[in-house]
């Protein structure tokens, strides 16, 4: 068998992508045991100000933020990792200059050099963020503002994912659900202006939303003869909004797609249809982890609980750790990134990244206001 380099698999990688009072805990230091799955989420906020400067500051080797979120990655060293809020461009450039660039370069610590982490398979996905929906979705009587975009993004890209895997990544089965629209979901909740009675969005506009405000993806995860589904999405922020509460809806929406995706459905194969034309949800034996930014606390925060409620409780998912998992500053410690794993799945650890203020890895969490959430299945 022929050993490609990491440059080289990244590339061909890239190719086929082209279309609180809670003590937090502190990760363990040392390697996951070799007969442990160790699967992570962390949104790390490489995000820039215009098209094409992420890919920019991650072509170099000195980006400060990038080089905190890598040390990291290689202290919990996760064999399966969801990034969140990392652009997304048609070549998946910065995926994988973050991969080549940082994850696989050994880190400076006080204490000498950390152990490169190799990640031979990247999906970078699609985002609906910064695409230009061409309607006034904030209603300001202006077109083409990033409120204006199917999601919210300055550029085409912001704010995107990747899924970085150890393991074989079934590229021919991903589904994703980018452009599914958001009046499709049973019981979708239509934002309604509390002043007038009326819907926020009217029907012309009503009728072309999409759910997701990045995407909702599927990627099936080769561990041996184990198939583990990614299932990832980033929903938007309840908040920067106005009464008609537009966002929060959004959000408990983006998030209620999964407790339909996991559900037996009788209905589903006349709505719940990817992107390349498939339908129905996920199969009812398959084991997956629920993972990503949700933004939606369980029990604090402003948004509507009841779909991540559902979530934790849903028959097919296991809450194994509730920890807080970012810090907001004034708006306080809160529970929104989650890696929720099936219920088939032996879980046997999980963590927060979150050292305490006098410990020496304390000043690489400087580089998001969210931690790396983890947990360890029992291969």
């Keep these: 068998m022929i050993r490609m380099t990491l440059a080289l698999a990244l590339a ?46 991650l072509s170099r080797r000195d980006d400060l933020q990038a080089e905190r979120v890598a040390s990291i990655v290689q202290t919990i060293r996760p064999d399966v990792l969801l990034i969140n809020e ?23 610590t006080a204490d000498g050099k950390l152990s490169p982490v190799v990640f031979p398979y990247v999906y970078s996905a699609p985002s609906n963020t910064g695409i230009d929906s061409t309607l006034d979705l904030n209603n300001d009587g202006q077109l083409g503002s990033g409120n204006d975009a199917w999601g919210f993004g300055n550029y085409p890209g912001q704010y995107a994912m990747t899924v970085y895997s150890r393991f074989p990544i079934d590229t021919a089965s991903i589904r994703s659900f980018q452009k599914l629209r958001w009046k499709d979901l049973p019981g979708a909740i239509r934002p309604v202006d509390p002043n007038t009675g009326q819907s926020y969005y009217d029907d012309a506009t009503w009728s072309k939303l999409r759910l997701s405000s990045k995407n909702h993806i599927d990627v099936p995860i080769l561990v041996g003869d184990t198939v583990i589904h990614v299932l990832a999405s980033h929903p938007t922020p309840p908040v920067f909004d106005g009464p008609e509460d537009r966002n929060g809806a959004r959000n408990h929406d983006e998030i209620e797609f999964w407790n339909h995706y996991l559900s037996d459905d009788d209905t589903a194969d006349t709505w719940l249809i990817d992107d390349d034309g498939r339908a129905g949800p996920l199969d009812a034996d398959a084991s997956f982890v629920v993972m990503g930014d949700l933004n939606a606390d369980p029990i604090d925060g402003s948004g509507r609980r009841e779909a991540i409620i559902r979530l934790l409780n849903h028959p097919r998912t296991r ?50 206001d969210h931690r790396l959430v983890w947990i360890d299945v029992k291969r």
């Design 12 to 57: 061909l990688v890239g190719v086929s992508f082209l279309a609180a009072t809670a003590t937090a805990q502190t990760s363990p230091t040392e390697s996951p045991a070799v007969n442990t799955l160790r699967i992570a989420t962390f949104n790390v906020s490489l995000y820039g100000k215009r098209q094409g400067q992420i890919r920019e500051r």
């Design 319 to 368: 809450d194994v750790q509730q920890n807080k998992t970012a810090d907001f500053g004034r708006n306080g410690l809160m529970r929104v990134d989650f890696v929720l794993p099936s219920k088939d799945l032996h879980v046997i650890d999980s963590g927060v990244f979150w050292p305490t203020g006098d410990a020496p890895q304390s000043t690489w969490i400087k580089a998001s």
């Design 86 to 108: 990392l652009d997304h461009e048609p070549d998946a450039a910065p995926a994988r200059l973050l991969a080549e660039n940082y994850f696989a370069v050994a880190q400076n």
